[in-house]
């Protein structure tokens, strides 16, 4: 499962839960490039929910995509990610750190509240 909505001029919610393969990567890649085409300093709330690794056909999709995706990186400067797994969250945060002009924070799925705030700030 995986769905992006919109939520004003620059900013997206991404619903993200399950396991990849490379038909859904390619959807979800092309899902997100659309919904950040006119954003600039945007924001980003990820909830993931029961994350599973992707399939090696998914990543082999995301890796074809790396020029778009760094494009689409460099629209936003705050990403908050919602996770009920400790490895997602801590995973998360160790990319944002070698991401440059990017702050990741992670936060437990029952601290949407808090997340929203961080986002705003």
Known sequence: MFEVVKNGPNRLDIDFGGKLDSYEMKTALDELF???KDIEHG?????????DLPTLGAIGVELSHLPEAFRFIK????????????WVKKASEIEGAFIPGLKIKAFGLNQEAEAESWLTS
């Open 75 to 86: 629209k936003f400067d705050r990403a908050a990610v919602l996770a009920d797994k400790k």
């Open 43 to 51: 924001r980003m709330l990820y909830r993931v929910r029961d994350f």
């Open 34 to 36: 659309n919904n950040a």
